[in-house]
């Protein structure tokens, strides 16, 4: 298949990208950067130059590249976790996450791509008996930071699952750890 | 490690998520919990996670301690937090999430 993936230089890109080229698939990265274009191209990724906040630049890419998929892995995290860090962040990345959807689906829709998969949330579920399968709700009454990102991830996704003719996936992952993430020795919280 | 850490963590290897990923290019539409297979408690995770990282043994603070140097968001990861089941991503995504690394042996 030919895959396009937004947000292809967070903790999951590297990874990402090499699993999809093992698969036989072909992979383009959105990239904003030159520096994010050559790192992808490093990866054996092709590159896509586009904004994703930029919704003209994200349909010309699409129409470009005509996936049979879109991925989108879109987070504006901070590299350090602090309280201070994720506090200043929170804006940029609520606004990346639900206007790169917004211009990721519009540009789906109008270009036919066939599949969207998107990042979501599986460590939000609204607290109950034992664990949450997936007709559980987020946690939409939890502390404030948490409640937000509850919010945001249930946009998310609903903006995807009511865009007609597309297959959608949400995948709601759990706390990433491993190589690249804040959990590994070298990453923050190992620090 | 804030109050008796009882909030349950869902972790999932970045390894582990990225094959889901690949995985998801051609399941039924709908939404997968991709996480690992055996949620933990904080007050075990936490531990294990400065143990495999060569780090001391993390601080005791009470939740109140915790509200006021961390804020509420912090306290409710530690003591509130819910674990998600991968029952249907391992049947429909073939997932085969490795056990946490950080826990040696594994618990299960």
């Given at each position: 298949?030919?895959?396009?993936?937004?947000?292809?230089?967070?903790?999951?890109?590297?990874?990402?990208?090499?699993?999809?080229?093992?698969?036989?698939?072909?992979?383009?990265?959105?990239?904003?950067?030159?520096?994010?274009?050559?790192?992808?191209?490093?990866?054996?990724?092709?590159?896509?130059?586009?904004?994703?906040?930029?919704?003209?630049?994200?349909?010309?890419?699409?129409?470009?590249?005509?996936?049979?998929?879109?991925?989108?892995?879109?987070?504006?995290?901070?590299?350090?976790?602090?309280?201070?860090?994720?506090?200043?962040?929170?804006?940029?990345d609520h606004k990346v996450r639900t206007e790169g959807n917004a211009n990721l689906l519009a540009a789906i829709s109008?270009?036919?791509?066939?599949?969207?998969?998107?990042?979501?949330?599986?460590?939000?579920?609204?607290?109950?008996?034992?664990?949450?399968?997936?007709?559980?709700?987020?946690?939409?009454?939890?502390?404030?930071?948490?409640?937000?990102?509850?919010?945001?991830?249930?946009?998310?996704?609903?903006?995807?699952?009511?865009?007609?003719?597309?297959?959608?996936?949400?995948?709601?992952?759990?706390?990433?750890?491993?190589?690249?993430?804040?959990?590994?020795?070298?990453?923050?919280?190992?620090d | 490690m804030i109050g008796k850490g009882e909030g349950v963590w869902s972790w999932v290897h970045i390894e582990d998520a990225a094959a889901a990923t690949v995985a998801a290019l051609e399941c039924a539409p709908g939404a997968y919990?991709?996480?690992?297979?055996?949620?933990?408690?904080?007050?075990?995770?936490?531990?294990?996670?400065?143990?495999?990282?060569?780090?001391?043994?993390?601080?005791?603070?009470?939740?109140?301690?915790?509200?006021?140097?961390?804020?509420?968001?912090?306290?409710?990861?530690?003591?509130?937090?819910?674990?998600?089941?991968?029952?249907?991503?391992?049947?429909?995504?073939?997932?085969?999430?490795?056990?946490?690394?950080?826990?040696?042996?594994?618990?299960?």
């Amino acid at each position: 298949m030919r895959v396009i993936l937004a947000g292809p230089t967070g903790a999951i890109g590297r990874p990402l990208i090499r699993q999809l080229k093992d698969a036989g698939h072909a992979v383009f990265g959105l990239a904003r950067s030159p520096e994010s274009a050559r790192a992808l191209s490093d990866a054996g990724a092709g590159a896509v130059t586009a904004d994703v906040l930029n919704a003209a630049a994200v349909r010309a890419a699409i129409a470009r590249i005509r996936p049979d998929a879109v991925i989108n892995e879109l987070t504006a995290l901070p590299a350090h976790y602090t309280e201070a860090e994720m506090t200043a962040a929170a804006p940029r990345d609520h606004k990346v996450r639900t206007e790169g959807n917004a211009n990721l689906l519009a540009a789906i829709s109008e270009g036919g791509v066939r599949r969207y998969i998107l990042q979501s949330s599986g460590f939000w579920y609204a607290p109950g008996a034992g664990l949450a399968d997936e007709s559980e709700q987020f946690a939409f009454n939890a502390t404030p930071g948490i409640a937000a990102g509850t919010r945001t991830y249930a946009e998310l996704e609903s903006s995807a699952s009511g865009t007609p003719g597309i297959e959608f996936v949400a995948l709601r992952y759990g706390f990433f750890y491993g190589p690249g993430t804040w959990y590994c020795s070298e990453g923050d919280m190992g620090d | 490690m804030i109050g008796k850490g009882e909030g349950v963590w869902s972790w999932v290897h970045i390894e582990d998520a990225a094959a889901a990923t690949v995985a998801a290019l051609e399941c039924a539409p709908g939404a997968y919990n991709v996480v690992d297979s055996d949620p933990t408690p904080h007050h075990i995770c936490l531990p294990a996670f400065a143990r495999a990282v060569g780090a001391a043994e993390p601080p005791r603070l009470t939740k109140q301690q915790a509200l006021d140097s961390f804020g509420a968001d912090q306290v409710y990861y530690a003591t509130r937090l819910r674990g998600a089941s991968n029952g249907k991503a391992m049947r429909e995504l073939h997932f085969e999430p490795r056990p946490l690394e950080w826990l040696q042996p594994p618990r299960k």
